[in-house]
C-alpha cells in the first residue's frame, strides 16, 4: 500500500489549522508529484520558493517554507489550497519530519565531526563493532560500508536521503550506526532529526571557508553537533590533543554532557601512553581510567591512532565493555585511501594513497610517514577547484615543509582553470621553499609516473588528495581515475611487467 500520512503526524502545523494527506516528501520542486510535502528551502544559489508555482502545479498538498519564501510564493500560495507551513528554521523542520516520515532508526547511531579524520573514525568504529558480533555500518564519504552497503553523494546526506537509508539499514538488521558530520551538513541541520547516542571530535584546522567564510563560523557549525544534535543524555568523545580540544569539551560540560577525553593529555580518560613504529605500522601502550592496555595496530601514521583511540572511546560511549573493545584493535584495517599501501617498487620504495586535502592533512600524512621512511619522501600534491582557494597556497606550503621532492599536479579541477589552481598551490610551495626540488605535471597520471619514477631504495611516495576517489571531475565530466590503480599501472609499467 502507498505510504500516506496526516500533517498532524509529523509533527506538523499549517497557517489556518489546514490539514493535507502527504504521499511523499522532497526539497526539489522536479521531484514534486500529486501529494507531495515541498519543502522550499533558503539555498545558497536560489531561495528553493521560486519553484513552489511548480510544485503546487504538479500537485504538491503542502508547502514547509520560512517567511521570506511564504512572501516570494505569495501569489501562487493564494491561488492554492495547499497546506502551508512557515518554520523559522524550515530545515530544521524537515529533519524532525523526515525522521517521522521514514520511522525508526538503528537503535545505536553515533556522529564524528571535526575538519579531518571523520571518514577514517567511523570506518574504525564499524570495523571494532563488527569484530564484537555488532551488526555496524559507517555512513559518509565512502556511502554505507560494513554488512550493509548503498552509495551516497554526499559526506552527511541531506535528511530525507539520510532517513531514508537508516530506515533501510534497521530494515536491514542493522542496529548500529556510525556517521560522519560535516559542517556543511550541521549548518544546514541535515542530521537534527537523528537521535544521538554518542558524537566524537577529531580535531579542527583550516577547510570550507568558501563557504563559512570564518574561522568562527565554522568551528560553531560543528559544535552544533553537541550543542544541538547530541541530547543533554548523550556521551562526547573529545580529542583532548587537538588546540581545540579542551574547549570543546568545557562546551559538551556545560551542556551537562558525559565527556570522554582521548589523547596523550594528562586528563584523557582513555590515554595514549606510548608509541613506537615500524616498517608496517605501530605499538601503542595507553591506559582506560588508569588501567594499562596495549595493541599492535597495522597501520602507518600517529593521526591514524589517534582516530582509532577516538573509535575505541565512541564504541564504549555507545555500551561496549572497554576490555573488549581494546581486544578488537589489532584486527583494525586500512580505511580505503587513506595512507593506503598503492604499490611496492621491486627496490622495496613504497607508494601511499591518502586523501589529504587540507593543509593540515597534507603536514600531519607527511610528518607520519618520516618515522617509517629511511629515503626521500616524494609527494604529489593538487587542491580542488570550487573549494576554499585560501588553502591552496598552504597546501603547497605543507608539502614543501614536509617532502623532499614535490610534484604539483591536478586534483579535480571542476569549473576552474586548473592551470591557476597549481599555481597557487605553486606559490604557496615555492614560498615555503624547503624542499629539494618542487616542480609542475599538470597530467596527473604522467605525474604519477614521475614519481613512481624517482624512487630509490628506502624512499616513499605520497599521493595526496584524491584517496578513494574513482574519478576526476573535470568541467561538468567525470573522467574515470583512481590513484591506486594509477600507481599500481605506473609501478608495472616501470618495472618492465606490462
Ligand atoms: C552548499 C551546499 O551544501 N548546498 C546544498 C544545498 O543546496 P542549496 O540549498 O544551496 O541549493 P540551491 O541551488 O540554492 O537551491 C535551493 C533549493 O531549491 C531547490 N530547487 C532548485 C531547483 C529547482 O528546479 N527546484 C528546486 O526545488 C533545491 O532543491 C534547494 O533545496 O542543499 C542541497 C539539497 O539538500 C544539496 O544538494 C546542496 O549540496 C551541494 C550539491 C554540495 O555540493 N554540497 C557540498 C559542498 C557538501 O555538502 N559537502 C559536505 C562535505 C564537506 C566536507 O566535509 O568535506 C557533505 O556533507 O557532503
Ligand atoms: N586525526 C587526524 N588528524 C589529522 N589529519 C588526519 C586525521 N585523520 C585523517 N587525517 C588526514 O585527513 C585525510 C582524510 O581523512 P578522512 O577521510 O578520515 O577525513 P574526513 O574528515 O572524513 O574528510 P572529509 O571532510 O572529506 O569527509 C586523511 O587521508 C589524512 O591525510
Ligand atoms: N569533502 C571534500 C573532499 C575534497 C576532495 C578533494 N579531492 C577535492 O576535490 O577537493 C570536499 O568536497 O571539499
Ligand atoms: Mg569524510
Given at each position: 500500500m502507498a505510504k500516506s500520512s496526516s500533517l498532524a503526524a509529523l509533527g506538523l502545523t499549517a497557517q489556518g489549522g489546514r490539514e493535507a494527506t502527504i504521499t511523499d516528501i522532497t526539497v526539489d520542486s522536479r521531484d514534486a508529484g500529486q501529494g507531495t510535502l515541498f519543502a522550499a528551502l533558503p539555498g545558497s544559489?536560489?531561495?528553493?520558493?521560486?519553484f513552489i508555482g511548480k510544485a503546487l502545479a504538479a500537485g504538491a498538498s503542502a508547502i514547509l517554507t520560512d517567511a521570506e519564501g511564504a512572501e516570494i510564493a505569495a501569489e501562487d500560495l493564494a491561488a492554492s489550497d495547499a497546506a502551508l507551513i512557515v518554520a523559522q528554521d524550515p530545515r530544521q523542520t524537515l529533519a524532525q519530519t523526515a525522521s517521522l516520515w521514514f520511522g525508526a532508526h538503528p537503535a545505536t547511531v553515533v556522529a564524528v565531526t571535526g575538519t579531518n579524520g571523520k571518514t577514517s573514525v567511523s570506518t574504525f568504529t564499524r570495523q571494532i563493532w563488527e569484530a564484537l558480533g555488532i551488526a555496524g555500518v559507517n555512513l559518509g564519504t565512502t556511502g554505507v560500508e560494513g554488512s550493509w552497503s548503498h552509495p551516497l553523494r554526499h559526506t552527511t546526506p541531506e535528511p530525507i536521503t539520510l532517513h531514508r537509508v537508516l530506515a533501510e539499514a534497521s530494515a536491514n538488521a542493522i542496529t548500529h550506526v556510525a556517521m560522519e558530520a560535516s559542517s556543511h551538513g550541521l549548518d544546514q541541520c541535515r542530521l537534527d532529526g537523528v537521535h544521538l547516542t554518542a558524537a566524537g571530535f577529531t580535531n579542527f584546522t583550516q577547510d570550507h571557508l568558501d563557504y563559512h567564510e570564518t574561522f568562527d563560523a565554522y568551528f560553531d557549525a560543528k559544535m552544533g553537533l553537541f550543542?544541538?544534535?547530541?541530547?543533554?543524555?548523550g556521551v562526547a568523545v573529545v580529542n583532548l590533543d587537538d588546540p581545540k580540544g579542551k574547549e570543546v569539551a568545557k562546551i559538551c560540560e556545560e551542556r551537562g554532557q558525559e565527556v570522554i577525553g582521548v589523547g596523550a593529555s594528562e586528563d584523557a580518560r582513555l590515554r595514549l601512553s606510548a608509541r613506537r613504529f615500524d616498517a608496517t605500522g605501530q605499538d601503542l601502550r595507553f591506559t582506560w581510567q588508569g588501567k594499562p592496555f596495549q595493541t599492535r595496530l597495522d597501520l602507518m601514521g600517529g593521526f591514524q591512532a589517534d582516530n582509532v583511540l577516538l573509535a575505541a572511546g565512541l564504541v564504549i560511549a555507545a555500551g561496549a565493555a572497554p576490555s573488549d573493545v581494546f581486544e578488537t584493535l589489532d584486527t583494525l584495517t586500512t580505511v580505503r585511501g587513506r595512507m593506503e599501501l598503492a604499490a611496492t617498487r621491486d627496490n622495496g620504495a613504497a607508494v601511499f594513497v591518502d586523501y589529504a586535502h587540507t593543509p593540515d592533512a597534507v603536514s600531519t600524512a607527511l610528518q607520519a610517514m618520516r618515522p617509517h621512511v629511511m629515503g626521500k619522501i616524494v609527494v604529489i600534491v593538487g587542491a580542488g577547484g570550487d573549494r576554499d582557494t585560501t588553502k591552496r597556497p598552504l597546501m603547497g606550503a605543507a608539502a614543501a615543509e614536509h617532502a623532499d621532492v614535490v610534484i604539483i599536479t591536478d586534483d579535480n579541477p571542476r569549473s576552474e582553470d586548473p592551470a591557476a589552481i597549481r599555481a597557487a598551490v605553486m606559490a604557496g610551495a615555492v614560498q615555503a621553499g624547503e624542499a629539494d626540488q618542487i616542480i609542475e605535471v599538470g597530467d596527473r597520471a604522467e605525474a604519477i609516473l614521475r614519481g613512481i619514477d624517482m624512487?630509490?631504495?628506502g624512499d616513499a611516495l605520497l599521493i595526496a588528495g584524491k584517496g578513494h576517489e574513482s574519478g576526476q571531475i573535470v568541467g561538468d565530466s567525470v573522467l574515470p581515475f583512481d590513484d591506486v590503480e594509477q600507481a599500481s599501472v605506473a609501478v608495472a609499467a616501470l618495472e618492465g611487467r606490462i
Amino acid at each position: 500500500m502507498a505510504k500516506s500520512s496526516s500533517l498532524a503526524a509529523l509533527g506538523l502545523t499549517a497557517q489556518g489549522g489546514r490539514e493535507a494527506t502527504i504521499t511523499d516528501i522532497t526539497v526539489d520542486s522536479r521531484d514534486a508529484g500529486q501529494g507531495t510535502l515541498f519543502a522550499a528551502l533558503p539555498g545558497s544559489n536560489v531561495h528553493g520558493a521560486s519553484f513552489i508555482g511548480k510544485a503546487l502545479a504538479a500537485g504538491a498538498s503542502a508547502i514547509l517554507t520560512d517567511a521570506e519564501g511564504a512572501e516570494i510564493a505569495a501569489e501562487d500560495l493564494a491561488a492554492s489550497d495547499a497546506a502551508l507551513i512557515v518554520a523559522q528554521d524550515p530545515r530544521q523542520t524537515l529533519a524532525q519530519t523526515a525522521s517521522l516520515w521514514f520511522g525508526a532508526h538503528p537503535a545505536t547511531v553515533v556522529a564524528v565531526t571535526g575538519t579531518n579524520g571523520k571518514t577514517s573514525v567511523s570506518t574504525f568504529t564499524r570495523q571494532i563493532w563488527e569484530a564484537l558480533g555488532i551488526a555496524g555500518v559507517n555512513l559518509g564519504t565512502t556511502g554505507v560500508e560494513g554488512s550493509w552497503s548503498h552509495p551516497l553523494r554526499h559526506t552527511t546526506p541531506e535528511p530525507i536521503t539520510l532517513h531514508r537509508v537508516l530506515a533501510e539499514a534497521s530494515a536491514n538488521a542493522i542496529t548500529h550506526v556510525a556517521m560522519e558530520a560535516s559542517s556543511h551538513g550541521l549548518d544546514q541541520c541535515r542530521l537534527d532529526g537523528v537521535h544521538l547516542t554518542a558524537a566524537g571530535f577529531t580535531n579542527f584546522t583550516q577547510d570550507h571557508l568558501d563557504y563559512h567564510e570564518t574561522f568562527d563560523a565554522y568551528f560553531d557549525a560543528k559544535m552544533g553537533l553537541f550543542t544541538r544534535v547530541l541530547s543533554p543524555e548523550g556521551v562526547a568523545v573529545v580529542n583532548l590533543d587537538d588546540p581545540k580540544g579542551k574547549e570543546v569539551a568545557k562546551i559538551c560540560e556545560e551542556r551537562g554532557q558525559e565527556v570522554i577525553g582521548v589523547g596523550a593529555s594528562e586528563d584523557a580518560r582513555l590515554r595514549l601512553s606510548a608509541r613506537r613504529f615500524d616498517a608496517t605500522g605501530q605499538d601503542l601502550r595507553f591506559t582506560w581510567q588508569g588501567k594499562p592496555f596495549q595493541t599492535r595496530l597495522d597501520l602507518m601514521g600517529g593521526f591514524q591512532a589517534d582516530n582509532v583511540l577516538l573509535a575505541a572511546g565512541l564504541v564504549i560511549a555507545a555500551g561496549a565493555a572497554p576490555s573488549d573493545v581494546f581486544e578488537t584493535l589489532d584486527t583494525l584495517t586500512t580505511v580505503r585511501g587513506r595512507m593506503e599501501l598503492a604499490a611496492t617498487r621491486d627496490n622495496g620504495a613504497a607508494v601511499f594513497v591518502d586523501y589529504a586535502h587540507t593543509p593540515d592533512a597534507v603536514s600531519t600524512a607527511l610528518q607520519a610517514m618520516r618515522p617509517h621512511v629511511m629515503g626521500k619522501i616524494v609527494v604529489i600534491v593538487g587542491a580542488g577547484g570550487d573549494r576554499d582557494t585560501t588553502k591552496r597556497p598552504l597546501m603547497g606550503a605543507a608539502a614543501a615543509e614536509h617532502a623532499d621532492v614535490v610534484i604539483i599536479t591536478d586534483d579535480n579541477p571542476r569549473s576552474e582553470d586548473p592551470a591557476a589552481i597549481r599555481a597557487a598551490v605553486m606559490a604557496g610551495a615555492v614560498q615555503a621553499g624547503e624542499a629539494d626540488q618542487i616542480i609542475e605535471v599538470g597530467d596527473r597520471a604522467e605525474a604519477i609516473l614521475r614519481g613512481i619514477d624517482m624512487l630509490e631504495v628506502g624512499d616513499a611516495l605520497l599521493i595526496a588528495g584524491k584517496g578513494h576517489e574513482s574519478g576526476q571531475i573535470v568541467g561538468d565530466s567525470v573522467l574515470p581515475f583512481d590513484d591506486v590503480e594509477q600507481a599500481s599501472v605506473a609501478v608495472a609499467a616501470l618495472e618492465g611487467r606490462i
